[in-house]
Structures are given as C-alpha cells and as structure tokens.
T-cell receptor, first 113, second 114 residues
Framework: GAVVSQHPSWVICKSGTSVKIECRSLDFQATTMFWYRQFPKQSLMLMATSNEGSKATYEQGVEKDKFLINHASLTLSTLTVTSAHPEDSSFYIC?????????FGPGTRLTVL | AQSVTQPDIHITVSEGASLELRCNYSYGATPYLFWYVQSPGQGLQLLLKYFSGDTLVQGIKGFEAEFKRSQSSFNLRKPSVHWSDAAEYFCAVLDNSGNTPLVFGKGTRLSVIA
C-alpha cells in the first residue's frame, strides 16, 4: 500500500515552454503533498507544500509564478513549470503524506533545451 | 526547526566489510527518523524508520539503525556490504506532530570496491 506515482518519468522540452508533472496517490487519500527538487549529487530541497483545496505554501526563494502547484483532489497534485529555462532542468520528486509518513514518487527528470 | 547532519559525504568500503553511516539530528523532542536509499536516476526507497519503542530498528536489505537519544544520533549499519549497496543514502527527520515535511540530510554516497 501507500504507492505514489509520477508522470511523466522524464521530459525534454524547449526553452520557453511549460511542463506539467502529475503526482498521484494510488491507494490512499493525501490531503498534503510535497514537491522537492534535486540537483545532481545533492539532497532533496523542499519547494512547496500542497494542501488539497487551498493554495500551496512555497519555500523561501521558490518562485510561485514559475512553479505552479495545484492540488485539486485528494489523490492528485500537479506541478507546472512555466516558461521553462535550462536552469530549471532538474529531478523533481513529489511526496504524499499518509499518517506519520511521507511516501515518495519515483521522480521526474526534466531537461530544458 | 529540526535539522539533520550526515558528516560523511562519501564513504568507500570493500565488499563484505561492515558499514556504518552516521546521522545526527537536532530537534527538541524525539522525532520520527528515517533512512532512505537512492540509486542514480531513481527515486527514494525507504530502508527503515523509527517512531518509538525498541531503539534498534531492522530494515530491508539487511540494514539496521540504532536510535541513541543521548547522542541525538540514528546511525545506519550493515554487517556485510554487497556491491549492489552502492548508492546515495539519506537520513531524514520528521516533526512528531507530523505537520511539517521531512527534513533531509545532505546524503552520504557509498562506493563499494571489490
């Protein structure tokens, strides 16, 4: 149980385009989901906390207009990278909270050309 | 706010040797503690977790960790390392109210040599 999926697993896009990443809790309902970003050989950096039915809470330094987060249902949160640039290339990982744990998706590798 | 320190950035061990990865945390009470492993290009896999009770926790793949309150530590151990254990290991702490997200250490990269 407690499985989290992400789609797509990898995406390549042109600079200036927008990319949407989906995070789904497959067998449980998650009122809270988290989005992390990971640069090569570094740890996970929390970007934002997403609560179902309300606005996301962004960490300091994360541009809310660039990284749009929507948590429209108890099983789905989306991260949209708007007007992507090469510096947005990274590994994005979502996590869904279930009781006292967080369950992680497999991650999405974004490459912006 | 809670924080996690993994003092070793990179550790190399010989296959078959024992392993200990260090983790220290800073938190006012007893937090929930986790160890994750990440292979290159992959997501995180939970190795083990500690919430309460027995301070020696058994996990998957032959790993164990011991919670030591007096030292604010949660070190990960394995008696005999396999080549497939080469990966990045992350220690993480969660506020035991559960209202804040996991806080990760910077990770320790494990290399295994023949």
């Amino acid at each position: 149980g407690a499985v989290v999926s992400q789609h797509p697993s990898w995406v390549i896009c042109k600079s200036g385009t927008s990319v949407k990443i989906e995070c789904r809790s497959l067998d449980f309902q998650a009122t809270t989901m988290f989005w992390y970003r990971q640069f090569p050989k570094q740890s996970l950096m929390l970007m934002a906390t997403s609560n179902e039915g309300s606005k996301a809470t962004y960490e300091q330094g994360v541009e809310k207009d660039k990284f749009l987060i929507n948590h429209a249902s108890l099983t789905l949160s989306t991260l949209t990278v708007t007007s992507a640039h090469p510096e947005d290339s990274s590994f994005y990982i979502c996590s869904a909270k279930y009781y006292n744990e967080q369950f992680f998706g497999p991650g999405t590798r974004l490459t912006v050309l | 706010a809670q924080s996690v320190t993994q003092p070793d950035i990179h550790i190399t061990v010989s296959e078959g040797a024992s392993l200990e990865l260090r983790c220290n945390y800073s938190y006012g009470a007893t937090p929930y503690l986790f160890w994750y492993v990440q292979s290159p290009g992959q997501g995180l896999q939970l190795l083990l977790k500690y919430f309460s009770g027995d301070t020696l926790v058994q996990g998957i793949k032959g790993f164990e960790a011991e919670f030591k309150r007096s030292q604010s530590s949660f070190n990960l151990r394995k008696p005999s390392v396999h080549w497939s254990d080469a990966a990045e290991y992350f220690c993480a702490v969660l506020d035991n109210s559960g209202n804040t997200p996991l806080v990760f250490g910077k990770g320790t990269r494990l290399s295994v040599i023949a």
